[in-house]
């Protein structure tokens, strides 16, 4: 233990603004803390995870220790830094210091033929939180008003959290599983705590919220925080932000949820749902409990005593003669129901604070973010889009477009700006094509692989005579174009569902107006994924929009290459190693994936097995095609011309005929 | 469980019997030292083998039972057992579930019988182990592989005053919540079957580090189907190997059975064990 001496505890000029705190200087902090007699309460490395539990010294803090969190799936990381709160929530929740899982409420006893009862007096030690967060912060508000809020006060919560001291911790990081700004409830420490602190390289920026705060604060070693602290504590809260965004849109949901109690989706999930009752206890703002008796074989004296339970045991409403939830289903909405919906009605706010704690501590990886979406959609879900008539359907017919900018995108491939082109065009849908055309050179299925308002934008490899001439035409040069064609990405049935889309090479280009779609309209959808393999660094397409569909636009981005150059720091190998080892719950899950159709086989297999049904993972098919619109036959393929019943097919669809030789 | 609540009355006669078992779960009976001298100043242990040798016929106010009926003589016994029983309660996994020895139930008993003994002609068993409530009404069971001590006193605490025992029908994950015990699942990816098993137990397995392998046996509508598929698919284990998780202790009652049957993992993997006779697996391909 790190014992400061005395010069630093003097009397020092109180700061207008926040401070800083060298990082081994919070250290001051706990011993203060701990000379009021108090027990801090921190987080700290234990069992493989991190917890929060009595800490001492800066030495019980997890120094340089992350965590990456996934629905049903929980792993520490080792930092490359000294941080001491590079991690968001854990299993923990400070509800076992003001609301412990088991509590003695009363003693009775039995003399002759009295009997008496006496409350068991209520832990009153002071205790600090060092390290909770703004979903931390909303919980205890939320239980302030369910235990001491209303006509009547539960006396046992009402005096542990009276000497609650809070020293909370501005989130600088973010797990796949956090939904704070959703439920409103942060990452930005706004209220309910004593001190903040907001962690940056060297240490902290510290500031105070109450009396009790600004008391301590005076008595730290602290010198005045720069501006370009101050600039960067409040960019990185900033960044968690738009990092989290808007899984769960919360406008409506109580009406929304409220109007779906028969949906068919309750019984799916409860298929899934073991009602083990994790959720509920990892929650930091599930009160329900039980009573429980001991007595002594005598009978005479016994205990009273309150524990958690949970609405998903099946014993939690159950009265002589059954049980009034006896499905899994009923359970199920029972506690998403409260959670969401009817905790406004009770209490006057959302009963979940976006923690994220129930989605990773799922054994089975159920995310309440996915259920919410598909039972209660924030946008309803559109009919599926009706195609533009193509022009120029039929194979002698063209309309020209002119070329305004071309733009190496690899060494052999070149994406083509066209303007002058029909407006059918602009009103194409994603994953359709153009059959394209240069005089002398036979037409070419070329992917629309951006849509503009007067315009298209064509990739095309140079891998044939025709395809290196198209390749090679100049700014002001023509062309000749049919369609749109073909059938389109089914980004209806997307809406609500995490996205996968997998993809190779040129396989991109008919899939970039998918994720053009997506940007345009996040909020729509949950999870999207995009794996995109090539075969060399170099040969990776439209590079500037991938690391700004990573950055900015909340798309997790996975890349891949066969092959290596000296500059690669990213991984090596065929694209679906990028996620084989994925703990996935498919069943939210739609894929679409463009590429070899051996690469697509064993992305289908792999999506299967996360339990993806065949019915939502498409694939786009490549085979040889002249007139593009089912005439000329080179495309057929069993009962389907994939010009024109695809190029967009459900492995669902194709049956036993996908990626069988010889069809 | 299916409990009746009223007293049975000032020093009931209580005797302790065994069929197909280890006596381990007896041995939980004697190992409560502490309550030991209030156990026989309440309860006048009449018969109870492992701790004396005085008999009793009967009537029992108590009767427990421990183990599997597995012998052709067990049929008969068990009947006139609860005959002479007020309150008959199984204690431990063979009596409430068939115990390991149930694993029998899914093999092939001649076979094991000439297997295992020399003289198998000498061995009077049954093809099957079976749970006592298979045979006669229980009034109450004490789950465990061994029963838990807390739970026994329990037990013979709501026997004296008369009110219903309170044995938690939750999964042994509230217990690990409630004790802060780390998902061992979800923080090591260890499969536990604690999801689907009734607690009573205190979590130990998980508390030190190792996942559930469900001794106190399933709990009320345990979604032994759901886990499976979870950790078949999401943990992307073998059919076999998720099967031979719920093949324990306990793996003879519903719905453990059919995910066993269902999936396999009785067998020992071991070469010629598998898949018949030996020789028939030999050869490399």
Request: include cysteine; glycine fraction near 10%; charged fraction near 20%.
């Amino acid at each position: 233990m790190v014992i400061r001496t005395a010069p630093l505890r003097g009397h020092r000029q109180a700061l207008e603004g926040p401070g800083f705190l060298a990082r081994p200087d919070l250290q001051i902090l706990i011993d203060l803390l701990r000379e009021e007699g108090r027990r801090v309460i921190g987080p700290t490395v234990s069992d493989g995870a991190i917890v929060l539990d009595e800490i001492t010294t800066l030495e019980d803090l997890p120094r340089g220790v992350g965590d990456e969190q996934a629905p049903g799936r929980y792993r520490l990381r080792r930092r490359n830094d000294e941080r001491l709160f590079g991690f968001v929530v854990g299993p923990t929740s400070w509800k076992k210091w003001t609301f412990p899982a088991l509590v003695p409420l009363t003693r009775a006893s039995k003399d002759g033929h009295k009997v008496s009862f006496a409350p068991e007096p209520p832990d009153t030690a002071p205790v600090a939180f060092l390290g909770a967060r703004a979903c931390d912060l909303a919980a205890l508000g939320v239980h302030d008003t369910v235990f001491t809020g209303t006509a009547y006060v539960d006396p046992d919560y009402a005096a542990r959290r009276a000497r609650v001291f809070i020293v909370a911790v501005q989130c600088t990081n973010a797990a796949s599983t956090c939904f704070c700004t959703s439920m409103g409830t942060g990452p930005e420490v706004e209220g309910g705590h004593d001190i903040v602190l907001t962690e940056l390289d060297a240490g902290f920026l510290v500031e105070a919220d109450s009396a009790a705060g600004h008391v301590f604060m005076a008595k730290l070693p602290l010198r005045p925080a720069s501006a370009a602290e101050q600039y960067g504590a409040a960019a990185t809260v900033a960044a968690v932000r738009a990092r989290i965004g808007d899984p769960v849109p919360a406008a409506g949901l109580h009406d929304r949820l409220l109007a779906q109690l028969d949906h068919p989706r309750w019984a799916q999930v409860a298929e899934r749902c073991i009602t083990c009752g994790n959720c509920t206890l990892a929650c930091p703002t599930c009160f329900c409990t039980t009573l429980t008796q001991t007595t002594d074989l005598t009978g005479v004296d016994a205990v009273m005593y309150r524990s958690w339970d949970s609405c998903f045991s099946p014993g939690f409403a159950k009265v002589a003669g059954g049980s009034f939830r006896s499905r899994p289903r009923d359970r199920y909405r029972q506690w998403l129901t409260h959670k969401f919906a009817t905790w406004w009605d009770q209490f006057g706010s959302s009963g979940c604070v976006g923690c994220g704690r129930c989605v990773t501590w799922c054994p089975v990886g159920i995310d309440v973010r996915d259920e919410l979406n598909a039972i209660a959609p924030a946008v309803p879900l559109v009919p599926e889009t009706k195609l533009v008539e193509p022009v120029a359907a039929t194979p002698n017919d063209f309309v020209t477009a002119r070329v305004v900018a071309t733009r190496q995108e690899t060494s052999d491939t070149t994406s083509l700006t066209l303007t002058g082109t029909d407006p059918a065009f602009a009103q194409g849908s994603t994953g359709q094509f153009a059959m394209v055309a240069l005089p002398g050179f036979p037409p070419l299925p070329i992917s629309i692989s951006r849509f503009l308002p007067d315009g298209i934008e064509l990739t095309i490899r140079g891998a044939g005579p025709a395809t290196r001439a198209m390749c090679a035409l100049q700014v002001g040069e023509q062309l000749g174009l049919r369609g749109p064609l073909g059938n389109n990405w089914p980004l209806d049935r997307a809406v609500g569902r995490d996205l996968v889309i997998v993809t190779g090479g040129i396989g991109l280009a008919p899939l970039r107006p998918v994720l053009h779609a997506i940007v345009a309209g996040r909020r729509r959808f949950g999870d999207v994924k995009l794996f995109y393999g090539a075969r060399t660094p170099a040969d990776l397409l439209y590079r500037d929009e991938l690391e700004r569909w990573a950055a900015r636009d909340g798309i997790e981005v996975s890349l891949t290459v066969d092959r290596a150059g000296p500059d690669w720091t990213g991984r090596v190998g065929i694209v679906t190693h990028l996620f084989d080892q994925a703990v996935w719950d498919g069943a939210n899950m739609i894929a679409f994936v463009c590429g070899p159709e051996r690469m697509m086989q064993a992305t289908a297999t792999t999506l299967a097995g996360r339990g993806v049904p065949a019915s939502r993972i498409h694939v786009t098919l490549e085979r040889h095609m002249e007139c593009g619109i089912g005439l000329c036959g080179h495309c057929q393929m069993g009962q389907y011309f994939v010009c024109r019943d695809g190029p967009v097919f459900s492995i669902g669809q194709l049956g036993d005929i996908f990626g069988r030789e010889g069809i | 469980m299916t409990t009746h609540a009223a007293p049975v009355g000032a020093r009931p006669r209580v005797g302790v019997v065994k069929f197909a078992s280890c006596d381990g779960c007896q041995l939980t009976l004697l190992d409560l030292e502490d309550e030991l001298l209030s156990i026989v100043e309440h309860f006048e242990i009449v018969d109870f083998p492992e701790a004396t040798s005085s008999r009793s016929p009967g009537p029992y106010d108590v009767l427990f039972v421990e183990g599997s009926v597995s012998e052709p003589a067990h049929l008969e016994r068990i009947v006139e057992l609860r005959r002479r029983t007020r309150y008959l309660v199984t204690i431990g996994a063979c009596a409430t579930a068939g115990g390991i020895q149930a694993l029998r139930n899914w093999g092939d008993h001649d076979a094991f019988r000439a297997g295992v003994y020399a003289h198998p002609e000498w061995i009077e068993s049954l093809a099957r182990s079976t749970p006592i409530a298979e045979h006669v009404a229980v009034d109450a069971e004490l789950r465990g592989c061994p029963i838990d001590p807390g739970q026994l006193v329990e037990l013979l605490t709501a026997l004296t005053t008369g009110r219903r025992p309170q044995l938690r029908d939750e999964s042994v994950c509230m217990e690990c919540k409630r004790r802060g015990v780390v998902c061992v699942m979800v923080s090591k990816g260890i499969p536990c079957l604690g999801q689907v098993t009734q607690t009573g137990c205190g979590a130990i397995c998980p508390r030190f580090g190792r996942g559930c392998y469900g001794c106190f046996g399933p709990r009320e509508q345990a979604n032994a189907a759901g886990l499976s598929r979870h950790l078949q698919m999401a943990g992307d284990r073998p059919r076999e190997e998720v099967g031979r998780l719920f093949a324990g202790f306990t793996a003879y009652n519903e719905p453990f059975r059919s995910m066993v049957t269902e999936l396999g993992g009785t067998r020992t993997g071991r070469t010629g064990t598998a898949t018949g006779p030996a020789g028939t697996t030999g050869g490399k391909r």
